[in-house]
């Protein structure tokens, strides 16, 4: 009896930490139905991006600010801020920038560092 | 004595005195087995149900369908903009949405339609983008019936955008009055304008620049259709900061004809325009803090070009 319960026990122990090890590192809960707040920040800045481009093509910033909330953010224009500054940061794609910081413009967020990316360009002129 | 025999032995209990005499396996299978088991059940149900990973890096594929349908929204609002539709279909391919993924559009946007997401102009507007980024694509869905052709999509004037110059139309030819000679009375000639005011100016740029030198200046140039003579003499306007100021070109030669300037107040936007000659430029220009190359913190400034448009 007694070399039951021990092979019992160590049957357990093995046992668990095999399940462990699947639960947590092979088969790992997968979520569905989660919510746009638990979205990682690179698709949390796409996301604001696009909203970005958004307010550019129909200039409702209010409708803009509401679609942000979507993610879970209270200071929405301090949340562009930093999506912008980022974007900045990481030296991505200028049209990109431009639209963030013409996004930011609109909640009077500019800082110093998005003033180069409020440039105008305009075909050279002729003699 | 006789000693022991196993041939007197019967089969029966020479099976019995086998299984008592040979040498014991040192664990029980049995119990290992049944240990492994239920170790696994409960090291799973640990980690699905009392301890799952915590969620974190979550795709655009794995929101709840309310949020999934936020996401196309920005898509196509997005879309709107920059026209990019190859960006506009990754984006939905992340989505994993089942099927073709811009017939998903379509079929969001028809969902949308049949709720009350249309009844609000934002709700509206989203709906017709959407619209606007299926149907070209040759997709179609309830929407289209509910709610109609969009509209063309609203030009909103962006910094960002390049400008693009407005030619003059030709005047049209203004019929010859033929006077009628009355010996009684001077003829009367009433002059129609048979062309709309035109702009003589328009804007050509903006851009920033950030000297301690300079600060929180806006300089504006003034040229000939040519784009390089200077037009002096020429009224500038510069509205805001509660109230409004007017400036010309040509008030200092040592910049040439084309140049005028206006200082403007820290934290103060203005709007700026050629009053009678051009129209306001699309954003104002905001005093805000910069830095120049060399670190120093000044307010940023403004050099603003106009050119006569024919």
């Known amino acids: 009896m007694l070399r039951f319960f021990v092979s019992l026990i160590v049957g357990l122990i093995i046992g668990a930490g095999i399940g462990i090890y699947l639960g947590w590192w092979q088969f790992p809960v997968e979520y569905v139905d989660s919510p746009a707040s638990a979205l990682a920040e690179i698709h949390k800045d796409d996301y604001t991006l696009m909203i970005a481009n958004g307010y550019l093509a129909n200039g409702d910033r209010i409708g803009a600010e509401e679609r942000l909330r979507v993610l879970g953010i209270d200071d929405v224009p301090g949340h562009v801020q930093t999506v912008t500054e980022r974007f900045i940061n990481n030296s991505r794609a200028v049209a990109d920038i431009r639209a963030l910081v013409a996004f930011a413009a609109a909640f009077d967020r500019l800082t110093p560092l998005m003033a180069p990316y409020q440039l105008v360009s305009a075909p050279e002129l002729g003699p | 004595m006789s000693g022991y025999n196993a041939a007197d032995v019967p089969p029966s209990r020479a099976r019995i005195a086998r299984k ?140 960002a955008q390049n400008p693009t110059p407005t030619l003059t139309p030709p005047a049209s030819k203004t019929p010859t009055l033929t006077p009628v000679l009355r010996p009684t009375a001077s003829p009367v000639q009433v002059i129609i304008p048979t062309v709309p005011p035109q702009n003589t100016f328009a804007l050509i740029d903006a851009n920033t620049f950030c000297d301690v030198a300079r600060s929180g200046l806006i300089e504006v140039y003034v040229y000939e259709l040519n784009g390089s003579v200077g037009v002096p003499g020429q009224a500038i306007r510069a509205r805001g900061g509660g109230g409004e100021s007017v400036f010309f070109t040509g008030l200092k030669p040592e910049r040439g004809p084309a140049y005028a300037d206006f200082q403007m107040t820290a934290g103060q936007s203005y709007i700026i325009d050629m009053p009678g000659q051009s129209q306001p430029i699309d954003q104002p220009l905001q005093a805000v803090p910069c830095t120049t190359p060399d670190g120093q913190q000044t307010t940023i400034s403004y050099r603003v070009r106009f050119r006569a448009s024919g």
């Open chain 2, 20 to 159: 008592y005499l040979r040498r014991r396996a040192p664990i029980s299978w049995v119990g290992a087995i049944l240990g492994l088991m239920l170790g696994i059940s409960g090291g799973l149900f640990y980690t699905w149900s009392v301890n799952p990973v915590v969620e974190f890096d979550t795709a655009p594929a794995q929101l709840n369908p309310a949020d999934k349908t936020h996401y196309i929204v920005a898509i196509t609002l997005s879309y709107a903009n920059d026209g990019d539709v190859i960006r506009a279909v990754d984006r939905l391919v992340n989505l994993q949405l089942e099927g073709d993924p811009i017939q998903a559009v379509a079929d969001t946007a028809c969902d949308l339609a049949t709720s009350g997401y249309a009844d609000t102009e934002r709700g509206l507007n989203a709906l017709y983008s959407m619209m606007r980024f299926y149907g070209p694509q040759g997709r179609s869905g309830c929407a289209d019936e509910l709610i109609g052709v969009p509209p063309a999509a609203p030009t909103i004037p962006a910094l």
